[in-house]
């Protein structure tokens, strides 16, 4: 097998010129001999974006480094997706568009040297001609492969597939600053049978987002087909997160040996009118949580992003169903520990005219924190902080509870609003400072409706 040592084509180890040139020569001589592997010896390579080609592999010794330079002029627009919708955006520092069998492997380092991009978005985000680069983006691509990798500062989401069949990441291991913006670890978006598998992600935003695009993408394509093991996720803002963008759909998604601490927010699921979509199939299993503010998520009033304060996000009131309601459906948890949890045990509220429904939670114990800290356990309207709180349930259908114990909370342990069809068995409180019933069950009328000023 030939390998295309950059070296050979004229890059410079450990030096402040970049090696750019160099390096998409090695890949244009892979690319011609009809595929091959270009290699990075070891040593600091400074170089500006890279766009890989067909059966492709770029392979990065131990001790090498390439570190991406941040200069905007280096990451020439292309057009993508952000934040779901197709747009032009700069370059990722690695990407591809229609490629079949890329792969980027070794034990070498990627170096975002995120910081100068973070200072741009936050402090001078007009002088950002195009969203800030990935780390990694392969857009409409088949068989790909990303294997053990340090990923380090990415200027904003870290690996993105999009539009991608038959993705493998494997062994990859991700930091970004906790404070680090939008620096989401792994975010396949409408891509199909992707495997995620002994990752370690420290991150300052989701650490794993499976998305589908938002109203706003005009090509529907599914996120499906997604298995995510063996994982240990710290810090960010969620460990695993579907929506909010998934107007495409999410389906068959399954998660399990893996570890949270510090996430934020454990499983998350979110959406709201107008995104239309459905997330369905979803299996949770042995997962291990710590320090979260709450484990598990399903919010279908979810404010942030574009029109996101907009009357018909937050308004509980029902509103017709039309395909732009979107749906949650067939969640499955089991096998999950959660302990020093600050705000609920869960969290689960659909819409006032399509509830959240065919929801179970099966062997799974979580533990309020002793100087739990109040938060708001999901991003909607109308919810104060809270803490210590059990399972918080509105607009929910056909749900399961069996062998849950929620311990050291306040109130009851399951709080049911607009609950049809809830069964509780087998679960119990412990160690509960405040003893209360353990299931209360409510019907909520909705709010009256609000006064506008040209009605009053």
């Not at 970049?18 to 890949?27: G, K, L, N, W």
Request: with cysteine; aromatic share 8%.
């Amino acid at each position: 097998m030939h390998m295309h040592n950059i070296i050979d084509y004229g890059a410079h180890r450990n030096s402040p010129e970049p090696s750019t040139e160099a390096i998409r020569a090695a890949i244009a001589a892979a690319s011609a001999a009809g595929g091959g592997t270009v290699y990075v010896p070891a040593g600091t390579f400074r170089t500006g974006a890279i766009f890989l080609k067909d059966h492709i592999e770029l392979r990065l010794s131990p001790g090498a480094v390439l570190s991406f330079t941040t200069d905007p002029g280096d990451y020439p627009a292309v057009e993508s997706r952000w934040e779901g919708v197709r747009r032009q955006v700069h370059a990722s520092c690695i990407f591809g568009k229609d490629l079949v069998n890329v792969s980027i492997t070794g034990s070498g380092t990627l170096e975002g040297n995120g910081q100068a991009w973070w200072d741009l978005f936050r402090n001078r985000r007009q002088e950002l001609e195009y969203p800030r680069p990935k780390l990694i983006s392969f857009d409409g691509c088949s068989r790909v492969t990303i294997k053990d990798v340090m990923l380090r500062n990415s200027p904003s989401w870290t690996i993105n597939p999009i539009r991608c069949n038959d993705v493998t990441i494997d062994n990859v291991s991700i930091w970004n600053p906790a404070d680090s913006p939008n620096t989401d670890g792994i975010d396949p978006e409408s891509c199909s049978n992707v495997r995620i598998s002994n990752c370690h992600i420290d991150v300052g935003d989701d650490c794993i987002a499976i998305k589908s695009g938002t109203e706003d993408t005009q090509e529907r394509v599914p996120c499906e087909n997604i298995a995510i093991a063996n994982c240990t996720m710290i810090h960010g803002h969620g460990g695993v997160v579907l929506g909010s963008e998934m107007s495409g759909d999410i389906r068959n998604v399954a998660i399990t040996n893996c570890i949270f601490k510090q996430t934020d927010r454990g499983i998350r699921l979110k959406s709201r009118r107008g995104r239309g979509g459905t997330v369905e199939d979803v299996r949770v299993s042995n997962i291990v949580m710590e320090d979260v503010i709450c484990p598990f998520i399903m919010n279908l009033y979810y404010f942030c992003g574009p029109r996101g304060k907009d009357k018909y996000v937050w308004d509980k009131r029902p509103y017709p169903v039309t395909e732009e309601t979107p749906t949650f459906r067939r969640i499955h948890f089991a096998n999950i520990t959660a302990r020093n949890v600050h705000a609920a045990a869960g969290f689960l509220y659909g819409l006032a005219e399509r509830y959240v429904s065919e929801v179970t939670f099966t062997d799974i114990d979580v533990s309020m924190a002793e100087q739990a800290i109040p938060g708001k356990p999901a991003m909607m309207a109308g919810i104060e902080d809270m803490n210590n709180r059990g399972f918080y349930l509105g607009n929910v259908r056909d749900v399961q509870f069996r062998h849950v114990t929620v311990e050291n909370h306040e109130g009851p342990a399951f709080y049911i609003e607009n609950g049809d069809n809830v069964e509780v068995s087998g679960c119990r409180s412990r160690n509960t400072r405040k003893p209360e019933k353990l299931v209360e069950q409510v019907t909520a009328a909705p709010p009256e409706p609000e006064l506008s000023e040209t009605e009053t």
